[in-house]
């Protein structure tokens, strides 16, 4: 079987550690924050070593933020998502076009975060298989109900908060261009650089994207 046929049947050559347990909820500390990742892959790429690329970070402030408290927080925060990434991806996102930062940047928090994870899969692409392209807030709400059912952390989250975790995972598909301004579902195109650096994480890498089967056949012909 050749990498476009596992990529269409989701059979992965490898499998990588995700998010698991309790829902992890600290994504609404930042968005995407396309430059700012790209540069800590840089400063990691070069040092390959997480703790000597955060001492660099902060050190030299080389995401110029104001305070050093901001600075910090949003490094933390951005690095978490980044040590999900393998070499390959990481390798890409430091020197990738823009649409292949946005779509590793958005593998990233779904590998970081299983809420964003399970609503890529069960919401955004069962939509767009389904080619009922229009993504609401009801879609959202819907699967929040569903999933507070079952953990207590979603279900003990103040109403402000709610709404601050739906409004950051919206940004997130509006800067991955994943959904336009008036939510509506666009389908993404995955380079054939980005087939290759996604199949360590198949079949959840492609199910996370708004993408058929038969295109990413096609991608590889």
Not at 18 to 36: E, M, N, R, V
């Amino acid at each position: 079987m050749n990498r476009a046929q596992q990529a269409a049947s989701g059979r992965p050559e490898k499998t990588s550690t995700l998010q698991t347990g309790p829902y992890k909820l600290s994504f609404t500390a930042a968005s995407l924050f396309i430059a700012d990742s790209v540069k800590i892959a840089s400063v990691y790429l070069r040092t390959n070593d997480w703790g000597e690329a955060k001492a660099r970070i902060e050190d030299h402030n080389i995401l110029q933020y104001d305070t050093a408290s901001s600075s910090i927080r949003i490094s933390r925060e951005l690095r978490q998502r980044l040590k999900t990434l393998t070499k390959d991806q990481l390798e890409l996102l430091a020197e990738g076009t823009q649409p292949e930062q946005k779509q590793l940047l958005w593998l990233s928090v779904c590998k970081c975060y299983s809420f964003i994870r399970e609503f890529a899969i069960e919401v955004l692409r069962e939509r767009f298989l389904t080619m009922d392209l229009e993504l609401t807030d009801l879609d959202y709400d819907a699967f929040f109900n569903r999933k507070a059912d079952w953990h207590e952390e979603l279900d003990e989250l103040k109403k402000t908060t709610r709404s601050k975790l739906k409004q950051v995972l919206f940004r997130m598909l509006r800067e991955a261009d994943l959904i336009s301004e008036d939510q509506a579902i666009i389908p993404a195109t995955l380079s054939r650089r980005m087939l290759e650096v996604l199949q360590p994480d198949a079949p959840m890498s492609f199910e996370i994207f708004p993408v058929s089967s038969a295109s990413l056949l096609g991608a590889q012909r």
